[in-house]
């Protein structure tokens, strides 16, 4: 049964799950799949090599599917700072109706998107984070709960007080739950707490039409939730990755720097080496991605699989925690009154 949330009827969706903007996972044929199959597919522009590449990861992604999808762009430190301008000058040229922004200082993008009259969805790993981006305008917030893969933030809290927090602190305000979740029932306790959906990331790597290697998915089939590393923290760069070698060599680096210089760590979280890992599939051979909801990752299903057993298994949740509500009848009250002696 489709579900009817403020997320759905916002973006034109039927299942309530926006796909994670993946660094060198989002691709067409990623996001395609998750929106054919009812939730919303996101590319990343960032892993396109320039704005015109986008341009025609874009136009790729309109002739996989007809459903609703939408581009991450994301603003982080970087080595070599992308041309942010051009790649939201793309988008908007483009005509694409929804992007996702994150990280540092996300003001100036967003304000040329929403000039282009385009729905964003930000995500923010603090309630004073997402208090600045309703201000900025934005039309949905993405609550980034300490569990998730890639940058975490600095707080450390979890998705249960942020929602909880986010539900307080924006009644008009749609937010969505991302951290932790890869199934039916994280999508109704999400729902319960608030939220109009989930974003999953890490659950849609490993997917058949996610363009990773098969021994990346098997490896996070076989992990168990304890299976991730915090890396960066030194730079205030907090970052959750898969556990392997690579992160333990990292992290001795990021404890034992007596400079303190990033420099040193560099070559051991080299994003070239990650991409490596997701094309060639070894395990090891650099850091990569993955959030603690490996621990409820069992299978490589097709998004249309996923999404439909999300789909049901929120909905029998959703039933049996409406039926723990039992109607008291009329008489009830006094006959418990009058047990007890206490009928006046």
Request: glycine share 10%.
């Amino acid at each position: 049964m489709p579900f009817n949330t403020a997320l759905t009827r916002k973006l034109g969706i039927k299942i309530p799950v926006v796909q994670g903007g993946l660094q060198w996972v989002a691709y067409a044929e990623l996001a395609a799949a998750v929106s054919n199959a009812g939730g919303l597919g996101i590319i990343n522009a960032l892993t396109q090599p320039d704005p015109e590449s986008l341009r025609a990861e874009i136009r790729k992604t309109r002739k996989l599917t007809d459903k609703p999808f939408g581009v991450n762009i994301t603003l982080l430190p970087a080595l070599k700072v992308p041309d942010y301008g051009a790649f939201t000058r793309v988008i908007i040229e483009e005509g694409v109706k929804i992007v996702e922004t994150a990280g540092n200082n996300p003001g100036p993008v967003i304000s040329k998107l929403k000039g282009a009259g385009i729905t964003v969805i930000h995500k923010a790993t603090t309630i004073k984070h997402a208090r600045s981006a309703v201000k900025m305008g934005v039309d949905i917030l993405s609550i980034d709960g300490f569990e998730c893969a890639g940058h975490v933030g600095e707080t450390d809290l979890t998705s249960l007080i942020l929602l909880s927090r986010a539900r307080q602190e924006f009644p008009d305000t749609i937010f969505i739950a991302s951290g932790g979740f890869a199934d039916g029932q994280g999508l109704a306790a999400a729902l319960s707490l608030g939220a109009a959906g989930i974003n999953m990331g890490t659950r849609f790597v490993c997917t058949v039409e996610a363009p990773v290697h098969i021994n990346v998915k098997k490896a996070i089939v076989n992990a168990g939730e304890e299976q991730t590393a915090i890396l960066l923290r030194r730079w205030k760069n907090t970052t959750r990755l898969y556990s392997n070698t690579v992160t333990d060599e990292a992290l001795k680096v990021e404890r034992e720097s007596v400079t303190g210089e990033f420099a040193e760590v560099a070559p051991l979280v080299s994003g070239v080496r990650g991409k490596e890992v997701l094309i060639e599939g070894d395990i090891n051979r650099g850091v990569w991605y993955a959030g603690q909801v490996m621990g409820l990752i069992h299978d490589i299903p097709t998004n249309h699989e996923l999404l439909s057993r999300i789909e049901r298994e929120a909905e029998e949740a959703l039933s049996k925690i409406s039926s723990l509500i039992v109607k008291e009848s009329p008489g009830e009250n006094l006959r418990v009154a009058t047990v007890f002696g206490v009928l006046q």
